[in-house]
């Protein structure tokens, strides 16, 4: 059973950084593309980072763009979302999910499966 868990998230003040991983379990993650995407409070869930198989390809949501940077290590089994310069409106549950198809076009949760419990990640002084 596909199984994504993701770690790394807390409490940081604006200007800080944190950086989240995306965990596999129970299968490889080489095959499929990653995303990362986040819900606020009030709002609905947004796409902020998605990374083709390979790792070659990436895109971002443009309140991200210069800021955060999405990667992986198959052979670790792992998908990162490295978050730089936060900022109080970054904060939100975030989340990891898996599809076999990416989209150069932009990232968005159609097919995307797996999707791991999510974590909290409050910018705040």
């Known amino acids: 059973q596909l199984q994504l868990a993701e770690s790394g998230g807390g409490l940081v003040q604006p200007g800080g950084s944190l950086r989240l991983s995306c965990a596999a379990s129970g299968f490889t993650l080489n095959p499929y593309a990653i995303g990362w995407f986040r819900q606020a409070p009030g709002k609905v869930r947004e796409g902020v980072s998605c990374?083709?198989?390979?790792?070659?390809?990436?895109n971002y949501a443009d309140s991200v763009k210069g800021r955060f940077t999405i990667s992986r290590d198959n052979a670790k089994n792992t998908v990162y979302l490295q978050m730089n310069s936060l900022k109080t409106e970054d904060t939100a549950v975030y989340y990891c999910a898996a599809r076999m198809i990416y989209y150069s076009s932009g990232c968005n949760a159609t097919g995307m499966h797996s999707w791991g419990k999510g974590k909290l990640v409050t910018v705040s002084s």
């Open positions: 990374i083709s198989s390979s790792g070659g390809s990436t």
